[in-house]
């Protein structure tokens, strides 16, 4: 057994899902581990990674309209204001999704349904370079 | 040090939680590894993982109301619907929720609290077979 | 490759987010392990797991504001009632968010980013002894 650890940088253009499915699938492919644990680390704390529907682009955008709804840019709902109106509402969007997902890996390639992609959803307004660390075990 | 993949298919009987500890303690039980990790990962967008609470069965139902409410199955919110009314609110739960969890093993069980137990939470209408895909590595 | 289990006793002070990243460090850097993989488990149903900002307190306040808004402590709303009226908010609050993360390990860290945290998250309102398990396996 062995293991490998890889850094992604990924470009987002405002708050968003962006679909890192296959920059992952890509660096995988090229590991040759066929059986194992690939781990995906988002280290943010106002971005955070959602596996998700890949087909209807309406899901995204229900998806981010409903986060608005739920974890509103009032500013007169928080204290912590010091970053600007939108990252409390990333703290707490990140909060409510993950920063971590760990998937297993058969014949080489990630074990996702038919319909699930994964994203890194961006909730701060302006465009950032997030950095993913993927840690990947097998054999 | 070892792994192992398997995958479970669990049917459910329309929206609601489905404890699945039973199904993935008797595979574990099976393959004599006595200290690893554990990853049980969803295959779907509109179901779901939890840990929860494996006593009191009000608490699945104030579990699955409580969903109802946060996000209701109003078609008016929702842009897509393609694939039905209870589709929209199916992917956001999941959002909201798990598809991946890693539990510890230790003397060749998961290491669950007393009152914790692993659940399928099925947010879709109609029953559905599910596949869930077990990861296990350890020694 | 090899790995390691560790039991962690934490106590709260009651409803709140408690940072157990130090002591979570502390472990690691005395396993001498580089490379590797470490999952962080919460063995209870009205505590869980977050990642979040380290730097201002404010975060944690808002935090604690929103979840408390989001899932209020309203006796009507549940019918479980058995453990208090704190209780199955906690559930519910534990729903959202996470028991269990998984965190890559490089040069023998944790690859947490600037201001990232490892926080249990009390739910209930007296203070509580919780035991947190974590596995490690690297070289």
């Known amino acids: 057994m062995r293991q490998v650890l890889h850094r992604l940088l990924i470009a987002t253009r405002g708050q968003g899902l962006?679909?890192?499915?296959?920059?992952?699938?890509?660096?995988?492919a090229g590991e040759h581990i066929s059986t194992g644990l690939l781990t995906v680390f988002?280290?943010?704390?106002?971005?955070s990674l959602l596996i998700q529907e890949n087909a209807?682009?309406?899901?995204?955008?229900?998806?981010?309209?409903?986060?608005?709804?739920l974890v509103p840019r009032d500013?007169?709902?928080?204290?912590h204001a010091d970053e600007g109106e939108d990252d409390m509402p990333a703290h707490l969007r990140t909060a409510l999704t993950?920063?971590?997902?760990?998937?297993?890996v058969a014949d080489g390639r990630m074990v996702l349904g038919a319909w699930q992609g994964?994203?890194?959803?961006?909730?701060?307004?302006?465009?950032h370079r997030r950095e993913i660390v993927l840690h990947l075990l097998g054999d």
Do not use: K, M, N
């Not at 955008?61 to 709804?69: H, K, T, V």
């Not at 993950?98 to 297993?104: A, D, E, G, K, R």
């Open 18 to 28: 962006v679909e890192i499915t296959g920059e992952v699938s890509s660096w995988l």
């Open 42 to 47: 988002c280290r943010h704390t106002s971005a």
């Open 56 to 69: 209807d682009p309406d899901v995204r955008y229900d998806l981010e309209r409903f986060f608005d709804a």
């Open 75 to 79: 500013p007169a709902r928080y204290v």
């Open 98 to 104: 993950q920063v971590q997902l760990s998937i297993p």
């Open 118 to 127: 994964v994203y890194l959803f961006e909730h701060r307004s302006a465009p």
